[in-house]
Each structure stands twice: as C-alpha cells, then as structure tokens.
C-alpha cells in the first residue's frame, strides 16, 4: 500500500526522481513527520479548518461522524475513528477536502505507469526512483515485483530505510536497489527504544551485514532535539558509521515541524513536544568532525 507519489523530486537520491512512498513503518518516531504512514491500514485525516458542512460525510451512516457538540459542522470523533470499519466509504466524498483517506493498494504496474511519466527527465539528469515510507522493506511482495520491473527498464533505484526489519527482507532486495539510504538515529540502545520504540541491535547488525556486502549505502542522520542533537552523542554515531567498510558519504537530516498538523487531522497526539526546528547552523560542528573524519556531507535529503 502506498499513501503518496511524488513527481520531479530533487531530493533522496541523485538528479530528477520519482518518489513512491510506502504505508506501514515498524517504528514511531516520536518526531515523525508523515504519521500517516506508520499504519499499514488505510488512514483518516479530518481538517475541521476546511469543514463546509455540506454533510455527504453523514450520508455514509457511520457513527464515527457525529454533529458536533456546539450544534455546527459535523466532526470525526478521535474515539470511533478506529471502528470505522471500510475507511473508503469516505475517499473523494468531501467536496471541500475536510475529510482524506491516506492509502491505497496499487499493483508494480501502475506505479511503474506512473513513472514512466517522468522518464524523459531521468534521462537528462541521471535521475530514477526512491521507494520511501514508512519502511518500504516491510511491504510484500509488490515491493519486489516493482523493483524486478524497474530492473528490467534499467532505472536507478535507490530507497530510504531504517533497516528496522529481517534480514531476509533486505537480503531479496540484493541487486535490485542502487543505493540504500539508511537513517542512523543513534548509537544508545535504551534512548532508540523510548524515541522509536525499535530495537536498535536490529539495525545496527543489519547495517553491519550490508556494508559487509560492499552495497553502496549513503547514511542519512536526523538531529533531533533532546534526543541526539549533542556534540558527544553525534561523535558516537558518527564514529561507529566510520568503523562499516564502504560507506563515505552522510547527509545530516535538520529536525522540522511542517508535518506536525496531520496528528490533529488523524487524531492523534503529538508527543514530541513543541520542539523548535533546528537550523543549520546548528550543525556545523557535526559535519566539520564528518569531515574529518573522512566523510562527503550533505545536510537536507
């Protein structure tokens, strides 16, 4: 299932791209920016900003969707949200877009018509496709039907990942992925698993095994306030990156809030806390010691 693609990106990866982004992720970033795609289920946003109370919405019959207390709008109740037992009754039946279903099933065809459409700019800028998420490595086997496809029309394919899964789900995607874009978030098991609530060993061995296979693998680092935005616990992960064989080139990832609206529009909190962003600025101390250390550096995607 995918929530989003994305034409003529000039991020995650080199030149023109187009970006696929998967539904379902193993992790909950406390700071996560699209927290529609930590469900592997179809999601409901609901901007009572863009409400027009035309009322298709109740036409559906759903209790999820009550008249608001004060006797306005209607409004999608956070508490039955969950019960709503076909989420598409819903998709394109809000004229004034209040109401968005995130997700929807798309076979290795369709996307691969999709990006088709963009071919002509790959051509003049060395570009290709980034799978993105969630986690693309915790789909099925559409995932790998898409990347044999995009192997055959010898398109550069690189993807974003945490390495937050089996190693048998990384190990099919041997030779059909160019480049792996791997978030590092942090060297300490315990401050991982209270921030992700993943097991950091999963990664790092994972991370360990495919450098091990010399696979070109860019590192992809979020600063994070009060979680790993400190001199002393970048040089940790840093230093650990450095110990992999194969691996010179990391893009510090600056924390931001733009996709911190959408846990009011699904309904949940947004437990990170109103952290400011961090500018970047903030960062040359990390990439200076980067550098140092041997390391191509980028910041941004």
């Not at 051509?123 to 915790?138: D, M, W, Y």
Request: proline share 5%; with cysteine; net charge neutral.
């Amino acid at each position: 299932m995918i929530f989003n693609i994305q034409h003529f990106s000039t991020h995650d990866g080199t030149g023109i791209r187009t970006m696929i982004f998967y539904k379902g992720c193993p992790l909950h970033c406390a700071w996560c920016c699209n927290p529609e795609s930590q469900s592997f289920d179809y999601s409901i946003l609901y901007d009572r900003r863009k409400c027009k109370s035309f009322g298709d919405c109740l036409k559906t019959g759903n209790s999820a969707i009550t008249p608001s207390p004060e006797g306005g709008p209607p409004w999608f109740s956070k508490t039955w949200r969950s019960l709503v037992p076909n989420p598409e009754v819903f998709r394109n039946i809000c004229l004034s877009r209040a109401i968005q279903v995130s997700g929807e099933e798309k076979s290795a065809a369709d996307l691969l018509l999709e990006i088709e459409k963009d071919l002509p700019f790959y051509q003049h800028s060395e570009g290709g496709v980034t799978l993105s998420g969630g986690e693309p490595l915790s789909q099925g086997d559409e995932l790998i039907d898409l990347l044999t496809l995009l192997k055959k029309k010898n398109l550069d394919v690189a993807m974003e990942t945490s390495l937050h899964v089996d190693w048998l789900r990384v190990e099919r995607c041997l030779g059909l992925v160019g480049t792996f874009l791997v978030d590092v978030k942090h060297t300490d098991r315990d401050k991982f698993y209270r921030f992700t609530g993943g097991n950091l060993d999963l990664v790092t061995n994972n991370l360990k095994q495919l450098a091990g296979l010399n696979e070109n693998i860019v590192i992809r680092i979020p600063v994070i306030p009060d979680f790993n935005h400190t001199l002393e616990e970048m040089k940790k992960i840093i230093d650990f990156i450095a110990s992999l064989h194969h691996i010179r080139e990391i893009h510090f990832l600056p924390y931001h809030t733009l996709g911190t609206e959408k846990y009011t529009m699904l309904g949940m909190e947004y437990t990170f806390g109103k952290k400011r962003p961090v500018d970047e600025t903030g960062l040359i101390y990390y990439i200076d010691y980067a550098r140092n250390k041997g390391f191509t550096v980028r910041t941004g995607g």
